[in-house]
């Protein structure tokens, strides 16, 4: 029996030997194909990164560029609240110059007319309700120009910057 098992021991010891040495090759085939397959997923993940990277960049661009435009529209309404402040001081201006004008006239009605002087009871409130009435449409005037310059400043920025801003 030994000498049986002597004469086919080389028989069955040879297959095992063969099968490892094909376990070994195919291990190292499956070592190389998931090197494949690491070195693919991590071009992929490089690719995927420099895609992101161009992203956020490109969007940080487009950002930088909007915040700019909006900082130059803000610049531009505060250059026109500016001219509009100076209108309204002129305006100021010419309402002052204007009442001192009816203070004149109505001293020299005064000069000339002596019942308005005495106090005639039709004069004085005649002309009190004309100075009433002046220096009302002039107040009233004053605040309409200011609130329609400020209206006609932030509706105009508002559409600039909604044109500057809407995606092309």
């Known amino acids: 029996m030994t000498s049986i098992i002597r004469t086919l021991l080389p028989y069955a010891i040879l297959p095992l030997i063969a099968s490892v040495i094909a376990w070994g090759i195919r291990g190292n085939m499956a070592n190389a194909e998931v090197a494949k397959i690491r070195m693919a997923h991590s071009e992929q993940l490089t690719e995927w990164a420099n895609a992101s990277n161009k992203a956020a960049t490109e969007a940080l661009a487009t950002s930088t560029q909007r915040i700019e435009t909006l900082e130059g529209l803000k610049n531009d309404a505060i250059a026109q609240r500016e001219v509009a402040v100076a209108d309204l001081d002129r305006v100021r201006t010419t309402s002052n110059r204007l009442r001192a004008e009816y203070d004149k006239i109505y001293r020299d009605s005064l000069r000339r007319d002596p019942s308005l ?15 009433h009435m002046l220096s009302r449409a002039i107040d009233r005037a004053e605040l309409l120009a200011g609130i329609a310059d400020q209206s006609r400043i932030a509706g105009l920025t508002c559409e600039r910057a909604y044109d500057a801003l809407r995606v092309k």
């Open 117 to 131: 002087a005495d106090g005639s009871p039709a004069a004085p409130s005649t002309t009190g309700m004309l100075a």
